[in-house]
Nanobody, 123 residues
Framework: QVQLVESGGGLVQAGGSLRLSCAAS????????MAWFRQAPGKEREFVAA????????TYADSVKGRFTISRNNAKNTVYLQMNSLKPEDTAVYYC????????????????WGQGTQVTVSS
């Protein structure tokens, strides 16, 4: 059974920071890309950031570039999303995903998803 468990969400004021974590269990994801997506109420799920298996290659949505940083620790089967300079428009449920061999920006490229963690940014 594949499981991805996100944590670290919460309520923060605009300009603040949060660090999300996603722990993978059930199989080894060392050689798979991992990604973060988010979904705001009434909107489609959108790409946020992705990292390749080594952690050496990352890609970001334009809306978060320069503010968010994705990283991973393969020894812990964990991916992180450091979010700085948060804005109210970053409010969403954040999901981690894996199963793609390379970093991709589309929902359909990933086979496994976590349950999501809520991030709320107040103005």
């Amino acid at each position: 059974q594949v499981q991805l468990v996100e944590s670290g969400g919460g309520l923060v004021q605009a300009g603040g920071s949060l660090r999300l974590s996603c722990a993978a269990s059930g199989r080894t994801f060392t050689f798979y890309a991992m990604a973060w997506f988010r979904q705001a109420p009434g909107k489609e799920r959108e790409f946020v950031a992705a990292v390749d298996w080594s952690g050496g290659s990352t890609t970001y949505a334009d809306s978060v570039k320069g503010r968010f940083t994705i990283s991973r620790n393969n020894a812990k089967n964990t991916v992180y999303l450091q979010m700085n300079s948060l804005k109210p428009e970053d409010t969403a449920v954040y999901y981690c995903a894996t199963g793609s061999s390379v970093p991709r920006t589309v929902v359909g490229a990933y086979n496994y998803w976590g349950q999501g963690t809520q991030v709320t940014v107040s103005s």
